[in-house]
């Protein structure tokens, strides 16, 4: 089982369509994700997704969000896991759509580029290991 675990995370494909759409890419395993290249300053991100199951695929991931590797923390924690932004619980068909808040405390610029980490894996029962590490401009407000 854990080969299964390391090969399903060694591979990530991240297609940016143009400087400003989306990014949508997927792990090996069939999972998906799509989200803006621009991150508008201040503004909170949708995000969605589509196959993210367990290994049985009878139940949604758990899916835990970092900024910036878990360099950049929420003043309030979500968690005991003090680094994560989101825990996204997705529902047993494998989809889901979130806005992640923006990190108002952290002194990002428009101009900057930061990550998003989209993490499975750890946080549910024999789910599927995950981390796509998504890279993001942060763009000025009204930018789409």
């Known amino acids: 089982m854990q080969v299964r675990v390391i090969?399903?995370?060694l591979l990530v494909v991240v297609a940016p369509v143009s400087a400003q759409d989306m990014i949508e890419g997927h792990p090996l395993d069939g999972a998906t994700f799509s989200l803006p290249s621009v991150w508008v300053l201040?503004?909170?991100l949708p995000v969605t997704g589509t196959n993210w199951t367990t290994?049985?695929?009878d139940r949604g991931s758990v899916i835990g969000v970092k900024y910036d590797f878990g360099d950049v923390v929420p003043p309030v924690p979500l968690d005991v896991m003090d680094e994560l932004w989101a825990r996204i619980v997705v529902p047993d068909a494998g989809a889901f759509a979130v806005d992640l808040p923006f990190p108002?405390?952290?002194g990002w610029a428009e101009g900057e580029t930061h990550t998003v980490h989209l993490l499975s894996g750890s946080l549910g029962d024999d789910d599927r290991a995950r981390g796509p590490?998504?890279?993001l401009t942060i763009?000025?407000?009204?930018?789409?």
Not at 139 to 144: C, E, L, T, W
Request: net charge negative; hydrophobic share 50%; proline share 0%.
């Open 104 to 106: 108002r405390d952290a």
């Open 133 to 135: 590490v998504l890279r």
């Open 42 to 44: 201040g503004e909170d």
């Open 55 to 57: 290994f049985a695929g």
């Open 7 to 9: 090969a399903a995370a």
């Open 139 to 144: 763009g000025a407000a009204g930018q789409n």
